[in-house]
């Protein structure tokens, strides 16, 4: 069995830093420490570069057609399938996405499973893709049981919509509670796009009367409250059957709040937030039609004042993972739509997740780089059974590692993106540290920036059953850093 070392460079990982080697054989890490490289078969130089976990975002949307489940061909699509979305995470330093299989009404779970497990098949993905199970209907025969057969068949995590009124995922209350009830009876995490739908949809139609149609009516028809009020109904429903909860792209210091007083009660809720929520504010909605429209994604970018209270929040704990909610539409999609209704919302995000919040982060000092990992790596692994298979550097881990070069300038631009859309958010923003090469299982797939595999190597990923990780932050007391 060959082994490759990863020599000279500073290991961070949700535990700590260290100057370490790593040594990697078979796909996973065999050791970590110092002097490896003597009597392996080959060595990398990692030396002044950051050696870190591959970093697992467990929210993008693949192929997926706009709020609807039976878009007709001409109807609007991501435009990164399995294989090229991948490659872009990968280049991004993304080794573990996770996905949504999406259930139509009326079909089962396991039917739905089948079918995405193909579509992974047809277009094998560049790195591990695990999948959650987006819940339309728990009105059909057996549908109880079904969904509590997910877990077992590798799917602990079930998504739940309470925004979008005007579609099929839109669940009400009574399919909250009974698939909340599924995930405490078979050990699944309940997830939740947290917005008030019904109000929402009040608000929008009365908009579109008054002939307010541009981009920044998506923002003011979709206030903060709608959003926190969600966050507490799905916590008293998943308490009540006794499920976690997981509240997805939180964008705003009252969706903050709510979370934290769910937690200061004790109730099992995590939340995460993504970076466009940290990079831009409302103000990109005031752009001209189009360009304000590349921004549209839901909950909308908010006012200024709320960045400060999710980095806050991202220090304290109180939010546990940033993820990209990668939803990538070609602006010809953007530009079709006659109001902000029809736009569909979502932006690319997947190959840019680690060197923006690097850069916003840890460069510009808001977090430190070990909090950073647990963002992005360690807790997305943990809450979604994937840990410590994935998301650390430790002996028996897979050697999903990416060396990061803290002096290595780029400026972002679709043009040189692997994400077939055709835009970037992040179009022409300056990040000092970026992604030198990345390892997949123990194979170089990214060197110098650029993909380099032959042949893609990743595959569906079955999780485990959710466990509660005690969602500490990384930063430690001077006084448990003395005692290790
Ligand atoms: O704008 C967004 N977030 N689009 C993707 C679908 C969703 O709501 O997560
Ligand atoms: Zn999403």
Request: net charge negative; aromatic share 6%; glycine share 8%.
């Amino acid at each position: 069995m060959t082994t490759v070392v990863i020599e000279g460079g500073r290991v961070i990982t949700g535990e700590g830093q260290v100057d370490a080697d790593v040594a990697i054989s078979d796909g996973k890490v065999v050791a970590l420490g110092r002097g490896l490289a003597s009597g392996s078969d080959s060595v990398v130089d990692a030396s002044g570069k950051l050696v870190l976990p591959g970093c697992v975002d467990m929210h993008t949307h693949m192929e997926a057609p706009h709020n609807d489940l039976d878009a007709p061909a001409d109807e609007a699509v991501t435009c990164d399938d399995y294989r090229d979305g991948t490659i872009a995470a990968a280049v991004g330093g993304t080794t573990t996405i996770v996905d949504f299989a999406t259930q139509s009404p009326g079909v089962s779970f396991t039917d739905t499973l089948s079918a995405w497990q193909a579509r992974l098949a047809d277009r094998p993905p560049a790195v591990d893709v695990g999948l959650h199970m987006i819940v339309t209907d728990m009105d059909f025969d057996d549908a109880q049981a079904d969904l509590e057969g997910m877990p077992e068949a590798g799917v602990p995590s079930f998504k739940l919509f309470l925004a979008y009124k005007e579609s099929p995922l839109f669940v009400d209350d009574g399919t909250i509670f009974r698939v909340a009830q599924a995930a405490a009876a078979a050990g699944g995490l309940v997830m939740a796009h947290c917005e008030n739908g019904s109000s929402i949809e009040v608000l929008q139609q009365q908009a579109l009367a008054r002939g307010d149609i541009s981009a920044i009516w998506h923002a003011r028809t979709r206030p903060p409250v709608t959003e926190s009020e969600a966050i507490a109904r799905v916590a008293a429903l998943c308490a009540l059957a006794g499920a976690p909860a997981y509240v997805m792209h939180v964008s705003c210091r009252e969706a903050v709040e709510a979370i934290a007083t769910v937690k200061r009660s004790g109730g099992r809720m995590w939340g995460e937030t993504c970076p466009q929520y940290l990079a831009f504010s409302e103000e990109v909605l005031l752009r001209e039609r189009v360009e304000a429209a590349k921004y549209l994604v839901t909950p909308p970018p908010r006012p200024p004042e709320h960045q400060e209270v999710i980095w806050q929040a991202l220090r304290t704990g109180t939010l546990s993972i940033v993820s990209t909610d990668h939803c990538p539409y070609l602006t010809k999609w953007k530009a079709a739509a006659r109001n902000f209704y029809e736009t569909p919302n979502g932006a690319p995000g997947v190959e840019n997740r680690l060197e923006v919040m690097y850069e916003l982060g840890v460069a510009q000092g808001r977090l430190r780089p070990e909090r950073l990992i647990q963002l992005l790596c360690a807790a997305p692994a943990q809450l979604f059974g994937m840990y410590p298979q994935k998301g650390t550097i430790a002996v028996g881990s897979d050697a999903d590692i990416v060396i990061f070069d803290p002096n290595r300038p780029k400026t972002i631009s679709a043009e040189t993106e692997m994400s077939k859309c055709d835009y970037s958010l992040y179009e022409g923003f300056d990040v000092a540290a970026s992604v030198q090469s990345v390892f997949f299982r123990g194979e170089a797939i990214v060197q110098d920036g650029k993909y380099v595999a032959q042949s893609e190597h990743g595959a569906f990923l079955a999780r485990q059953r959710f466990l509660a990780p005690g969602d500490r932050p990384v930063e430690r007391s001077e006084r448990e850093r003395a005692a290790t």
